[in-house]
């Protein structure tokens, strides 16, 4: 009996479970009917005993999970897969013809089958045209490069491993891979992956190739939910333009509806026109307050000195002249002179 390397993991996995199991129930049961035992070199002896099947039962918890997380990568590292080594079987879905049931009629009638018998042949996988105009490497790829059955999930681990492989998948999805193992690839050369759907393209990738000679690979497709319309699926695999691989997966159920995306319309951008420079308002200048003239003091006529003469002296008294000065002119004011008012000639009575 030949085991690959994964088989040879969960097998070594499943023994160091049993023997952790094994070791902790031992274990622990020794350390609890060491208690019991009445003479101390038996008792020392029954404990240490149990705690070393407990540190055993540890170790093996450590071994569990060592093996797939690091000891399988590290063989996979120096010994890589071949293309031997299969994962999940699929199940090909072969198309078959069925015949339509025709009436028999009489027998002057030639019965006439609706469909033929004779299968049409399916056309060879090619690379369209369209995507051949991409290719970019030009290094001559290995025509001995083999790849794997395709299996296709909706996940995949750290190593390429698919989580929940199947042919058949309900809607809503929204990545799908589909997962090979590989040998004999040369770095560098070109290498397409096309995906199909009822005969129509709907997803492809052509990338130079840059894995290793052998291994794990897949191709992915993650488009909105909404385009996974229900049908039969199929993926290609070509490297440079010579065909490989091919798998099937059907999609069931409707998608989901995509969510309407508003989409801003775009306004003409009103032209900014110049502002008119606001023209400074001038500075007012302050009028002069015109300075009001001041009134003249009425005249007072000087009271008369009365001497003890029989009749008094009049003393003719010169009228004051004014002088006043006009703002802002700057010319002189004129003079005015007022009349004299004549004293009243009869002194007053000094009685």
Known sequence: MSLDIHTAILTAMAITVIIMIASLWIGVSSI??????????????RS??????????????ILIYALPNMVEPAIYYFYPPTATFTLTP???????????PTITLTPSITPTKAVSDT?????????????????????????????????????IDNLYRPLKPGVVFQNPITHMYAVFNYDGMIVGSQWTALWYREGELVHYETIPWNGGSGGYGYTDWAPDPSEWLPGLYEVQIFVGHQFK??????????????????????TATPTRTSTPTRTPRPTLTPTPTRTPRPSPE???????????????????????????????????????TRTPTSPPTTPPSPY
């Open 32 to 45: 609890i009917t060491a208690r019991k035992l009445m003479f101390f070199r038996m008792r020392r002896a």
């Open 245 to 266: 691989q091919s798998g099937f997966f059907t999609v069931e159920g409707e998608p989901p509806t995509p969510v309407p995306t508003h989409t801003p319309t775009n």
């Open 298 to 336: 009425p005249y007072r006529s000087p009271t008369p000195t009365i001497k003890p003469t029989p009749y008094p002296t009049l003393t003719r008294t010169p009228t004051p002249t004014i002088t006043q000065t006009r703002t802002p002119t700057p010319t002189q004011t004129p003079t005015l």
């Open 119 to 155: 299968p049409t042949t399916s056309p060879t996988p090619h690379v369209p045209l369209a995507v051949e105009m991409l290719f970019e490497s030009t290094i001559t790829p290995n025509p001995g490069a083999v790849f794997s059955q395709l299996t296709f999930t909706d996940g």
């Open 48 to 61: 240490v005993r149990g705690w070393r099947l407990l540190g055993l039962s540890i170790v093996c918890a």
């Open 90 to 100: 699929t199940i090909t879905l072969t198309p078959t013809i069925s015949l339509t």
